[in-house]
């Protein structure tokens, strides 16, 4: 078990990467032209972010990566967690680049970026298969109840695995949203991991998480000076998904991570339901853009979210406990 004070300081590094740099990062983007993009279909008052710096996920990247190769011991599950935060955040970082460099709302194909996703996916879920003798048995949350995938296992986590980094990827629409709920997501896998899975991995990686994502905040909060872009928000779900797969605790997502959840199935539902009845459920999906055309400000809207993401991690606390 890793002491608070370990995990503190490692929490600390990466907080302390992401404030040195940001300043000379920021400059840069901006000399370089590294500007957002905002989809036209979008609300009407993200507009005036046309132009703010993006990419900005490299510095949470970055920060990550030195915190967690510095440690004294890296082991398999920390490098197995790296590539699944360095890759999903590759993934995301051509996909900015192409937005950028032909100057539109839209980078990557739809079949592109999937075929990337499921080659992680699968590597990761494959690399925990083999690794940990009760990877394919996962307990169900307030019950001592197991599902067991068996051989399953990898095809079935691999789709998981791809559902949940998108289900990230789309709260990152508002300032702050997606770095303030996945820092409380993040804190409670690091506690998860230090003190009832016991994964010192595991728990590092997520310390430096919350750390980048705590420094990050103070660029990214309203009114933002630096977007994440896609390469920040899919790096985020590589990081959920190893702090939940590699802790056989896939089933407490939908829980703790209840805000990416919504997310999610209200785009599924906003699409389904269109297509169905050419009838719409939200004014618009994501719903956190629902929120925002019913009048809440913006700042209402995230902080909103970032209160039912630490009441769902509180709700989480009980379950394994």
Known sequence: MLGITELTYTAMISFLIVVILGPIFIPMLTKFKFGQTV?????????????????GGILMI??????GLTRS?????????????????LVGFID???IIKKRRSLGLKAWQKIVLQFALALYIAYYQYTSSPSASQLVIP??????????????????????????VNLTDG??????????IVSTFFMLLASSVTVNP???????????ACLGFLGFNSYPAKIFMGDTGSMALGGAVVAFSVLTNSILLIPLV?????????????????????????????????????????????????????????????????
Request: aromatic share 10%; glycine share 10%; proline share 4%.
């Open 39 to 55: 989809r036209d279909d979008g609300p009407q008052t993200h507009l005036a972010k046309n132009g703010t710096p993006t990419m």
């Open 62 to 67: 970055v920060a990550i990566l030195v915190t």
């Open 73 to 89: 011991k890296v082991g398999p599950d920390m490098m197995v967690g790296l590539i699944s935060i360095v890759g999903f955040g």
């Open 96 to 98: 900015d680049f192409i």
């Open 142 to 167: 307030f019950t001592d109840a197991v599902i067991n995938l068996g051989t399953l296992y990898v095809p079935i986590m691999t789709f998981i695995i791809v559902g949940i980094v998108n289900a």
């Open 174 to 183: 508002l300032d702050g949203l997606a770095s303030g709920v996945t820092l």
């Open 201 to 211: 991995d595991i728990a590092v990686l997520a310390a430096a998480t919350v750390g």
């Open 257 to 321: 991570g209840g805000i990416y959840f919504a997310e999610a199935i209200s785009v599924i539902l906003q699409v389904g339901s269109f297509k169905l009845r050419k009838k719409r459920i939200f004014k618009m999906a994501p719903i956190h853009h629902h929120f925002e055309q019913c009048g809440w400000p913006e700042t209402r809207v995230v902080f909103i979210f970032w209160i039912t993401t630490v009441i769902l991690a509180w709700i989480g606390i009980i379950a394994i406990f």
